[in-house]
Nanobody, 122 residues
């Protein structure tokens, strides 16, 4: 089994910063793309940022220039540095990773963290 454990969520004032961390553990052969999704109350889940094994990144338009996604392949970890946060960033953030567990598996499986709450308010 594979588990994704998240940390770093909390409450911050507008304009503040938070750094989310996520590490994958368990039986892992290879980790492909990793990223972060979020779901705000009354909203659909959306992709916030993703990063490939080669460090190519993608961002939602709403967070470009404010968020930075990075990863540490040796630790099977992904991070999300969030700067200049605003109330619209309030949501539950979920870590995601595409992982194969053994040799011979053609397609990776998506694994998810439990989610961590980020609240931006005065």
């Amino acid at each position: 089994q594979v588990q994704l454990v998240e940390s770093g969520g909390g409450t911050v004032q507008p304009g503040g910063s938070l750094r989310l961390s996520c590490a994958a553990s368990g039986t892992i052969y290879s980790v492909y793309s990793m990223g972060w999704f979020r779901r705000a109350p009354g909203k659909q889940r959306e992709l916030v940022a993703s990063i490939t094994a080669n460090k190519s990144t993608k961002y939602a338009d709403s967070v470009k220039g404010r968020f930075t996604v990075s990863r540490d392949n040796a630790k099977n970890a992904v991070y999300l540095q969030m700067d200049r946060l605003n109330p619209e960033d309030t949501a539950v953030y979920y870590c995601n990773a595409e992982i194969t567990r053994e040799v011979g598996v053609w397609s990776p499986t998506n694994y998810w963290g439990q989610g961590t709450q980020v609240t931006v308010s005065s």
